[in-house]
């Protein structure tokens, strides 16, 4: 078994030269008979590529720190029949590890045995598209390893032994580099956070930390600011990806919001405000991401469907259809049904005082008697109901009535504890400094004159 290990990470065997200069002319002829020939395999084969690929993980390492990914590319006609070799290919929609591995030729008891390898975690079973999956077989066409990479930091290799398959965790460890990146609203939150050179999953990070104060789907205005520090993460002098935001601040209205990272003693990572409130509330502002808003919370408003004056007691976020709808506090769900004017709906109980309602959703995804928690996803955007166009009604009940979601006050967040809070003001001082001294000369460099 250890000879056959060694093979996968052969290259070519060296022939004499008389050998070479023949096979050379044996090979030429046999690519052009056989490029004349119509491939029945074209389809079967049309993400599978030969790559040549380290066996032990330190090799490894060493290999993924200089190049993203796997990096993929064409069947290579130069591998010599015969010789084992290494197999990629892509991670598409739909894909498990069964058809993978039936893609690449191998066998249901290759799914099982390898799906099972000892590992920390099963991450075989959880597979997202565009990671990649590269075999390699020994001598006699049996499976030897699988290198399952998910990220240019990240993969996991697993080797037959006397006991089956063994896998291994290899991450490696990037530099981190602090950012800053600033801007000012003059379209959308999206546009203009993306023009200043955030990526829109930063975007929703940032859209996220500030969640409980603003409602990013209404209360954006011209003019509004963001400033954020976050790091960059670089491997061998390239970047690889983003870190965590370090700090920001976001001036919606006219006030200025404030958040700074925070590691708690467990490792988590959470924000608060830079005097220990934690970011995180009982309830957010807007029970989904960030979009437009088709109806603002009113008294009194035409109703779209019955066309006469009707109070609206909420606010409509117009979202495409499906789109997740989330509790916007711990609770416990009190109503999941449908009605004619409703559609379908998800009423939940916030403690003794609150409850929260989501109406005319495509899909209710909980029960009533559920215990959920606040972000979870209980159901998606819908038209049912009363309802001209897809859009999620959202109500927010303060001892029985009604309050405008956006502007009602939510219970105040206890500030850190007393036991906390020399390592809080340690880790956090220095990052609200670098964001500060950013934001400084960004205001020196807009009144050069002052």
Known sequence: MQASRKTCSKGMVKLPKKHLAAATAVAVCLIGVISLLPSKNVQAK????????PVDAHTASQADSSAPDIETKPDNPDVTPGLPNWQQTTVVSGDNLTTIFKRLGLNANDVYTVANASTEQKPLRRLRPGEHIAICLDDEGMLNQVKYTRSRLEHYL???????????KVALQPDLIPTHKAGIINHSLSLDANKAGLSQAKIME????????IDFALDIRKGDEFSVLYDEKFLNGEKVGNGNILAATFSNHGKTFSAVRFIEQDGSINYYTPDGKPMRKAFLRAPLDFTRISSNFSLRRKHPVHKRIKAHRGVDYAAPRGTPVYSAGDGKVIASGYSKANGNYVFIQHGGKYVTKYLHLTKRLTRKGKHVSQGE?????????????PHLHYEFLVNGVHRNPRTVKLPDAKTIANSQRNEFFAQTVPLLNQLSQHNGILIAQANPND
């Open 46 to 53: 049309r993400n599978i590529i030969t790559v040549d690929l």
């Open 158 to 168: 697993y080797e037959r032994g006397d006991n089956g398959f063994e896998g291994k």
């Open 377 to 389: 996803t209980i159901g998606t955007v819908g038209s049912t109901g009363y309802a001209t166009g």
């Open 206 to 213: 940032l859209a996220n930390i500030f969640g409980w104060d």
